[in-house]
């Protein structure tokens, strides 16, 4: 038999642990979650915009990447104080980018790959082998920042684009040219 004491208990528990649950997020009028963008995204928005999204993408991405937080009051008169220094920040940033951006058009990155006698690649030449060249060169990029028409399946030169930021992107040449195989080295000899 329970006694009132236990009623009262259980009661209590379950009252404090529903005063731990977090609290809602503030609904847009489409009906997803209201963010404050702590950093530029691309398709989304730029560094202080208020923007709705879908619950999914707020807490598995966003948040979590430390992209965007809750649009409350607070942040938004947070962002709006420091509006300013944000925007030295990003066009400081942008600066830094187009640097990179020219120092990256001066270079060409040369990729041996098997190929034919008629210049048919046995592969194909994509985004993570150029990544691979350009770290050779000290350049450090992710596939998504390289735009490819399609897999490079041919000898010689392509034009690959490099989109370092909505706002900066560069042209790269890129060789494809055939390996040199243990046969050809010893012939050459």
Same mark, same amino acid.
């Given at each position: 038999?329970?006694?009132? &004491? $236990? #009623? ?18 503030? $609904? ?7 963010? !404050? ?16 999204? #879908? ?38 940033? !942008?600066?830094?980018?187009?640097? !990179? ?14 190929? +034919? ?34 897999? !490079? ?19 790269? &040449? ?6 040199? +195989? #243990? ?7």
């Amino acid at each position: 038999m329970v006694t009132t &004491k $236990q #009623k009262s208990i259980r009661r209590t528990r379950k009252r404090g642990s529903a005063a731990k649950r977090p609290k809602r997020l503030a $609904q847009g009028p489409n009906g997803g979650v209201e963010l !404050l963008l702590i950093q530029s995204v691309e398709h989304l928005g730029v560094q202080g915009d208020v923007v709705e999204v #879908k619950r999914g993408f707020a807490f598995n991405y966003l948040i979590p990447q430390g992209l965007a937080t809750i649009a409350n009051d607070h942040h938004k008169r947070m962002v709006d104080k420091h509006r300013a220094k944000l925007q030295e920040v990003e066009q400081a940033r !942008l600066k830094d980018l187009r640097v !990179l951006a020219a120092e990256i058009a001066k270079q060409s990155v040369t990729i041996e790959a098997n190929a +034919t006698d008629e210049g048919h690649l046995y592969g194909s030449v994509g985004t993570p082998e150029i990544v691979d060249a350009l770290k050779q060169h000290e350049f450090t990029l992710t596939e998504d920042q390289l735009k490819l028409e399609g897999p !490079l399946k041919e000898l010689g030169l392509y034009t690959v684009t490099v989109q370092l930021h909505s706002q900066v992107q560069t042209d790269l &040449k890129v060789w494809v040219v055939p390996a040199v +195989t #243990k046969d050809a080295e010893s012939v050459s000899s």
